[in-house]
C-alpha cells in the first residue's frame, strides 16, 4: 500500500471546522513562483502547476526508472499547496487577483535529495517537452500555526480566516504574517470536478503568542 501524506499526517491535512493552533515541522517541497490571475487560462499559475505534477510524478515512478533513489518507497503524491500573499500589505483583496503573488508548491517524501530532485527536473523537461526550469527545491519550516478546514469557494476564505482571528484573539495568539511566514493553503478537492460550495481547502497562518 503505497504511503499517502494525507492519511498518515491528518493532523496536517485534514483539520476540522473548527480553528485549531498546531506546531508544523519542517519539510521539503517542490516549489514555482509568481504572480498573477491564478484564474488565467494559459497564464504563469496554470502552467506552474503543470511543472509541479510534471516533476513530482517523476520523482513517483522513478522506481520504474533506472534511476535509483535511496531510501525510496512507494507513496501518493502529495496535495497542491500554495503560499499567497500581496505586496505591501497582510490582508488578501480577492477582489484583485491580478495582484496575487504566490508560491506554489508540492511536498516532498524526506528520501527525495536536491540531487534526486536536479534529476527529476532535467528528466521531466526533456520527456514532456515542458521546461520545468523554473522548479525550485526548498525546504520550509512552518512552525507554530492556527489552520481549519474551509468548505466552499476560494472567494468565501475571508469569513473562515475571520473565523481564525477570533479564535487567536480569544487564547492569547496573534498573527504573524511576514515575508518569510505567509498565508497557506492546502487543496484537497479538485477545482475542475467539485462544485464551489464543496471544495474542502486547508487555510493555514502563521501565529505567536502575545506577550503581556
Same mark, same amino acid.
Given at each position: 500500500?503505497?504511503?499517502?501524506?494525507?492519511?498518515?499526517?491528518?493532523? $496536517?491535512?485534514? +483539520?476540522?471546522?473548527? +480553528?485549531?493552533?498546531?506546531?508544523?515541522?519542517?519539510?521539503?517541497?517542490?516549489?514555482?513562483?509568481?504572480?498573477?490571475?491564478?484564474?488565467?487560462?494559459?497564464?504563469?499559475?496554470?502552467?506552474?502547476?503543470?511543472?509541479?505534477?510534471?516533476?513530482?510524478?517523476?520523482?513517483?515512478?522513478?522506481?520504474?526508472?533506472?534511476?535509483?533513489?535511496?531510501?525510496?518507497? /512507494?507513496?501518493?503524491?502529495?496535495?497542491?499547496?500554495?503560499?499567497?500573499?500581496?505586496?505591501?500589505?497582510?490582508?488578501?483583496?480577492?477582489?484583485?487577483?491580478?495582484? $496575487?503573488? #504566490?508560491?506554489?508548491?508540492?511536498?516532498?517524501? !524526506?528520501?527525495?535529495?536536491?540531487?534526486? $530532485? !536536479? #534529476?527529476?527536473?532535467?528528466?521531466?523537461?526533456?520527456?514532456?517537452?515542458?521546461?520545468?526550469?523554473?522548479?525550485?527545491?526548498?525546504?520550509?519550516?512552518?512552525?507554530?500555526?492556527?489552520?481549519?478546514? &474551509?468548505?466552499?469557494?476560494?472567494?468565501? /476564505? +475571508?469569513?473562515?480566516?475571520?473565523?481564525?482571528?477570533?479564535?487567536?484573539?480569544?487564547?492569547?495568539?496573534?498573527?504573524?504574517?511576514?515575508?518569510?511566514?505567509? &498565508? &497557506?493553503?492546502?487543496?484537497?478537492?479538485?477545482?475542475?470536478?467539485?462544485?464551489?460550495?464543496?471544495?474542502?481547502?486547508?487555510?493555514? &497562518? +502563521?501565529?505567536?503568542?502575545?506577550?503581556?
Amino acid at each position: 500500500m503505497p504511503f499517502d501524506f494525507k492519511k498518515e499526517y491528518k493532523e $496536517f491535512y485534514m +483539520p476540522k471546522k473548527t +480553528p485549531s493552533v498546531i506546531n508544523v515541522p519542517k519539510a521539503n517541497y517542490i516549489a514555482v513562483e509568481g504572480k498573477g490571475n491564478p484564474n488565467e487560462e494559459g497564464g504563469d499559475y496554470k502552467k506552474a502547476i503543470g511543472i509541479l505534477y510534471a516533476v513530482a510524478y517523476t520523482l513517483k515512478m522513478s522506481y520504474k526508472t533506472d534511476y535509483h533513489i535511496d531510501g525510496f518507497f /512507494e507513496y501518493v503524491v502529495p496535495p497542491l499547496e500554495g503560499f499567497w500573499w500581496q505586496e505591501n500589505t497582510d490582508d488578501i483583496d480577492y477582489n484583485d487577483k491580478s495582484s $496575487f503573488c #504566490w508560491i506554489s508548491v508540492i511536498r516532498l517524501p !524526506d528520501f527525495v535529495s536536491e540531487s534526486d $530532485f !536536479d #534529476w527529476a527536473v532535467k528528466t521531466a523537461s526533456e520527456k514532456k517537452k515542458l521546461d520545468c526550469s523554473s522548479a525550485k527545491f526548498i525546504t520550509i519550516d512552518e512552525g507554530l500555526c492556527v489552520q481549519i478546514m &474551509h468548505i466552499g469557494a476560494f472567494d468565501d /476564505e +475571508p469569513d473562515t480566516v475571520k473565523i481564525m482571528d477570533d479564535y487567536l484573539r480569544q487564547n492569547g495568539y496573534e498573527n504573524d504574517l511576514s515575508e518569510s511566514r505567509r &498565508h &497557506h493553503e492546502i487543496y484537497l478537492s479538485d477545482a475542475r470536478k467539485t462544485a464551489p460550495e464543496k471544495m474542502k481547502t486547508v487555510i493555514r &497562518h +502563521p501565529i505567536k503568542r502575545i506577550i503581556k
